[in-house]
């Protein structure tokens, strides 16, 4: 069993340069804007309103630093959690935008302590140009020490034919409803053995 048993806001960054030391291993969460950046992290850890969340997109607007304490066989691990702006918020003024891009695309390249990348995508839309493009960006500056794992969200807007449909085309996908905390311990358990290792078994 693994637990998140404390989980607290540290600080927020508008880029790498004024962000916090980078001593703790990091897991990003990014995808668009709205896609449950925010809502996958308050799951996970337990808390409803750590990361704030809105349906308004567009909500997240700095880099947000959690630290989070997990808990295996009584063995407690420390990491932290970041939540990002969403990706191709429209809202915002084109030049404000690319500065946006830059920045996010500037600390996701150069902050060395994320070990895992991992990236949302909408199970109701998961073949679109912004997708397809933060996927290929990761990749390209993915180093020997990091890894990227990418999760569907949304799980609950999906019948069953669909979500079967999913895991068909996607079969090592984790397909996730932070709403209906459904797939969320696989989800955590997926996110821990990237930061601490092999686990042989999830029990
Ligand atoms: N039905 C459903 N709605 C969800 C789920 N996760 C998030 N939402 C909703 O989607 C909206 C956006 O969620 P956020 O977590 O704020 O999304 P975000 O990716 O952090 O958005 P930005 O910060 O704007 O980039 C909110 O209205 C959430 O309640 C889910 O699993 N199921
Ligand atoms: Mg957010």
Known sequence: M???????????AQGVEDSLSDEVSEVV???????GK???INALVNKKGLAKSSSTPGKTRLINFFS???MKDKQTYIARFVDLPGFGYAKVSKSMKN????NLTNFLNKRRSIRLFVHLVD??????????????????ILHGDQKLLQIFTKADKLNQKEKSALKKDFP????????K???????????FDSLFGEIKQYD
């Open 29 to 35: 969460f990014l995808g668009r804007s709205n896609v």
């Open 99 to 102: 500065e946006w891009q830059k």
């Open 68 to 70: 989070v304490k997990f």
């Open 2 to 12: 693994i637990k998140i048993t404390e989980s607290n806001f540290l600080t927020s």
């Open 38 to 40: 925010s809502s996958i």
């Open 172 to 179: 090592n996908a984790l397909l996730v409803s932070s709403s």
């Open 181 to 191: 905390k459904n797939g969320i311990d696989k989800a955590l358990m997926s996110i």
């Open 123 to 140: 199970s109701r839309h998961r073949v679109l140009d912004i997708d397809k493009n933060l996927d290929e960006y990761v990749r390209s």
